[in-house]
């Protein structure tokens, strides 16, 4: 009893005793970790077929091909646009409608119409009385020479008279109104275009047709003739004064000559082409202006294309109209040199 009390009282090393050695807190973590079972973590995704799956759904099936029979044939003209310059002459047109049928019920800017005249009659006659002087001396060097070596010095004159009224004054001064005043209604216009200013009087109400259009076309059509008138005047003058001067040819005789050659209506003719020049001048400028986009480029080239276009316009009803006032054979150099 004693002895077993003993040995049951003794002090037992961790080391020596097997249960002990076994059951250490140290040893015994260390296996609860690592005979843990490591659980799947599911994953999510937000994909229609991470969604689909997630409910056991299956996907939709996808649509069934459709027949030849029931596709619809592609179009030869879907993916076709006609040119710009097609749009810009439509355009063209119905502007000048447009400008026409205000002029005929009086809705035109009035206090616009005047700063227009002002500008292209004053503001171009120094460009266009310039242009028509050297022009007319031009020409006086060319025939004085020629008509005073057949004996025809008297003729002279009736032959630059109708050569400035029917065809010079008018023509010469359209193509200094084109290059002056077209471009500036080109560039105008299209400014106020591609900064949205029409889109601006709009919305205050305004008509930019009556308030920026009528009142340019009308500016053109009223201020040509008078130019043409003073420039056909200027160019006799410096014709008379050249052939006075250089080739000895009195100016009483150019003034008689041209008086007899020249009928009410060539003048008249001249001063009809005048207004007609005008009114394409202002149509296809403002046409082209109001038609504008792309930024400065697109500015520059909508008046750079403005003035060549007016000019081939003019070259072209010159003609025409032309072939209509003037048929048939004349008679009036025969006056001029009786």
């Given at each position: 009893?004693?002895?077993?009390?003993?040995?049951?009282?003794?002090?037992?090393?961790?080391?020596?005793?097997?249960?002990?050695?076994?059951?250490?807190?140290?040893?015994?973590?260390?296996?609860?970790?690592?005979?843990?079972?490591?659980?799947?973590?599911?994953?999510?995704?937000?994909?229609?077929?991470?969604?689909?799956?997630?409910?056991?759904?299956?996907?939709?099936?996808?649509?069934?091909?459709?027949?030849?029979?029931?596709?619809?044939?592609?179009?030869?003209?879907?993916n076709w646009s006609p040119p710009r310059a097609i749009w810009?002459?439509?355009?063209?047109?119905?502007?000048?409608?447009?400008?026409?049928?205000?002029?005929?019920?009086?809705?035109?800017?009035?206090?616009?119409?005047?700063?227009?005249?002002?500008?292209?009659?004053?503001?171009?006659?120094?460009?266009?009385?310039?242009?028509?002087?050297?022009?007319?001396?031009?020409?006086?060097?060319?025939?004085?020479?020629?008509?005073?070596?057949?004996?025809?010095?008297?003729?002279?004159?009736?032959?630059?008279?109708?050569?400035?009224?029917?065809?010079?004054?008018?023509?010469?001064?359209?193509?200094?109104?084109?290059?002056?005043?077209?471009?500036?209604?080109?560039?105008?216009?299209?400014?106020?275009?591609?900064?949205?200013?029409?889109?601006?009087?709009?919305?205050?109400?305004?008509?930019?047709?009556?308030?920026?259009?009528?009142?340019?076309?009308?500016?053109?059509?009223?201020?040509?003739?008078?130019?043409?008138?003073?420039?056909?005047?200027?160019?006799?003058?410096?014709?008379?004064?050249?052939?006075?001067?250089?080739?000895?040819?009195?100016?009483?005789?150019?003034?008689?000559?041209?008086?007899?050659?020249?009928?009410?209506?060539?003048?008249?003719?001249?001063?009809?082409?005048?207004?007609?020049?005008?009114?394409?001048?202002?149509?296809?400028?403002?046409?082209?202006?109001?038609?504008?986009?792309?930024?400065?480029?697109?500015?520059?080239?909508?008046?750079?294309?403005?003035?060549?276009?007016?000019?081939?316009?003019?070259?072209?009803?010159?003609?025409?109209?032309?072939?209509?006032?003037?048929?048939?054979?004349?008679?009036?150099?025969?006056?001029?040199?009786?």
């Amino acid at each position: 009893m004693s002895s077993a009390a003993a040995l049951l009282l003794r002090p037992t090393s961790a080391t020596t005793h097997p249960l002990l050695h076994q059951s250490s807190p140290k040893s015994f973590f260390l296996r609860l970790h690592s005979s843990r079972r490591r659980l799947p973590v599911p994953r999510l995704s937000l994909t229609p077929t991470a969604a689909g799956n997630s409910n056991n759904s299956p996907p939709p099936p996808p649509p069934p091909p459709l027949s030849p029979a029931t596709e619809a044939p592609p179009s030869l003209l879907a993916n076709w646009s006609p040119p710009r310059a097609i749009w810009r002459g439509l355009s063209a047109l119905l502007l000048a409608g447009q400008v026409f049928h205000r002029v005929l019920t009086g809705r035109v800017h009035r206090r616009n119409l005047l700063a227009q005249l002002r500008r292209v009659g004053p503001g171009s006659a120094g460009v266009a009385l310039l242009t028509a002087a050297f022009v007319g001396m031009a020409f006086t060097i060319q025939f004085v020479r020629e008509f005073t070596r057949l004996g025809l010095h008297r003729s002279v004159g009736g032959v630059l008279a109708l050569a400035l009224a029917r065809e010079l004054s008018p023509v010469v001064t359209a193509v200094v109104a084109a290059g002056r005043v077209g471009s500036a209604f080109a560039a105008e216009l299209g400014t106020m275009q591609v900064s949205e200013q029409t889109d601006t009087l709009r919305v205050l109400g305004a008509n930019p047709i009556d308030y920026l259009v009528v009142p340019r076309v009308l500016a053109c059509v009223l201020a040509l003739p008078v130019l043409t008138l003073i420039s056909f005047a200027l160019g006799l003058a410096s014709s008379a004064f050249l052939a006075d001067s250089v080739f000895g040819v009195s100016v009483s005789i150019i003034l008689e000559s041209a008086r007899k050659a020249l009928r009410p209506w060539d003048l008249i003719s001249s001063l009809l082409k005048s207004q007609v020049f005008g009114a394409i001048i202002a149509v296809v400028s403002c046409a082209w202006g109001v038609t504008t986009h792309g930024g400065a480029k697109g500015v520059g080239e909508s008046t750079t294309s403005a003035v060549v276009v007016s000019l081939v316009g003019i070259f072209v009803a010159d003609f025409a109209l032309s072939c209509l006032f003037f048929q048939g054979a004349g008679d009036s150099l025969k006056h001029a040199m009786g």
